[in-house]
């Protein structure tokens, strides 16, 4: 009996222990949590106060040249406004200002990735400015010191961009986007069909959207809350620069067979649904080991890995297994970076899963491309069926190797592959009907300009 009841006080004892360290803890996080809320009150009072410093500079130097800002996030989104930021740039008509900025593809909770734009806008010969600071407040605070008339951001996805760097943070400036992709492919982007592609609220908060084609604007004024009043079209900005690439290219003369391999990021079916990496990545591995004649250039989408993670397919540690094991076989290279043409132009082949790459690889290199058909993806519009007159279709590795096959004997046999007529004709369809004669970065210049004037 007394050893139960020294038992019980003991259980007792420990039972009254953890109970005050959770007091302890649940308390110091309190007033952690007070102090994180104290600190964003006042981050956010700040914001305000510099931004009405900001706007009261605005009202008084009105006899000046507009200050454009480009915010640069996404390397691999950059081409869609790099040409607009030229075309800017040798205006004197305008000020411009290139920062780079911090994202979120890797992580949800880390913001990072400066840096590495920084880099890329250096070898571009890109004058900028790099906000890779930690505190999104201080990089917005320098933001409003330099007190931009218009911004230029390169997403509507504002989960990708730091806190303080969000588009409703951003107000004080006049928003304007240029779609990152070539153009509109697909019917909706969701089962659902409530369409945040073209009604989120930056959709809505932005000032300017200068879309591609009357069917992306058809889209807007059929999901958006604004029934397209900021829309404007001007044409594809993406693919007149990918057009006048191909006229410039020199393109991979070398013996050796090389494949583009770009997998999507919209592996579940509740976002488009066209990925098929998770079905394919050990079939791809076993290829290349077994196929040592066909160099392989891995570009994955930027998203894959945390699609992966996020859906649960594979774990971050099991992805990185993989990657590393996959770059190790002697005829496979790895490619992350933004500029990816110059890899077009060593290529002879592409293999994608969707969805730009089915308009983008035809426009800027005329090369063949394998399609492989997830069979679960969202309905494609009038203009993704015309890129996929282009591509080879296929939806089991076996008929994918038999393509691949087929075009590294037609190339180490100098003939032609049996798609060649067709790929032609499919190409100029989609020229004549989606790649711009006049140059759209013109046209943005030129509306900014009315813009500020008439103001």
């Known amino acids: 009996m007394d050893e139960n009841i020294d038992k019980l006080i003991k259980n007792q004892e420990a039972i009254v222990e953890r109970l005050n360290h959770l007091e302890n803890f649940l308390l110091s996080n309190i007033a952690q949590l007070k102090n994180d809320y104290n600190f964003q009150s006042y981050q956010q009072f700040h914001t305000l106060q510099q931004a009405i410093y900001a706007l009261s500079r605005k009202v008084s130097s009105q006899n000046r040249k507009p200050k454009i800002v480009f915010l640069i996030h996404h390397l691999q989104a950059f081409y869609n406004i790099e040409d607009v930021y030229y075309t800017f740039k ?17 992580d949800a909770m880390i913001a990072e990735g400066a840096d590495e734009i920084s880099k890329e806008l250096t070898m571009k010969g890109i004058e900028h400015i790099t906000f890779n600071m930690e505190n999104s407040y201080y990089a917005l605070d320098i933001l409003l010191a330099i007190n931009p008339d218009y911004i230029f951001i390169q997403s509507p996805w504002d989960n990708d961009r730091p806190l303080a760097l969000k588009v409703p943070y951003l107000m004080f400036a006049k928003i304007l986007y240029v779609p990152y992709y070539p153009v509109t492919l697909v019917e909706h982007f969701k089962p659902e069909q409530d369409d945040l592609h073209f009604n989120s609220y930056v959709h809505n908060l932005a000032y300017r959207i200068y879309v591609q084609t009357d ?58 649904g066209f990925g098929v990496f998770h079905s394919i990545y ?36 099991e992805y990185d297994e993989w990657l590393k094991e996959f770059a190790s076989i002697e005829n496979v290279s790895l490619y992350e970076g933004g500029d990816y043409l110059p890899i077009f132009e060593t290529s002879d082949a592409m293999l994608t899963d969707g969805l730009s790459f089915l308009i983008e690889y035809p426009i800027a290199t005329g090369n063949p491309l394998i399609f492989f058909d997830s069979k679960n993806h969202q309905p494609l519009n009038e203009y993704g069926n015309m890129a996929l007159e282009y591509a080879y279709k296929v939806d089991s590795f076996e008929a994918f190797k038999e393509i691949l096959n087929h075009l590294a004997k037609s190339k180490e046999t100098n003939q032609k592959d049996k798609m060649y007529e067709k790929r032609k004709e499919a190409l100029k369809k989609m020229e004549d009907r989606l790649v711009p004669k006049e140059d759209p970065t013109k046209i943005i210049l030129e509306d900014v300009l009315n813009d500020w004037h008439n103001a």
């Open 90 to 106: 040798n205006s004197e008509k305008v000020d411009t200002v290139v920062i780079a900025i911090n994202n979120h593809f890797k």
């Open 215 to 272: 069917l992306d604007k058809k889209y807007f004024k059929k999901y958006q809350i604004l029934k397209a009043q900021n829309i404007k079209v001007v044409g594809s900005t993406k693919l007149y620069k990918l057009k006048t690439f191909r006229g410039e290219a020199n393109y991979n003369s070398s013996k050796d067979f090389n494949l583009i391999w770009a997998p999507h990021h919209s592996i579940a079916q509740r976002w488009l």
């Open 282 to 317: 050990k079939d791809m591995t076993n290829f290349a080991k077994e196929n040592t004649h066909i160099k392989i250039l891995f570009k994955p989408h930027p998203f894959l890995r945390r699609a992966l993670m996020e859906h649960q397919i594979m774990h971050k540690e």
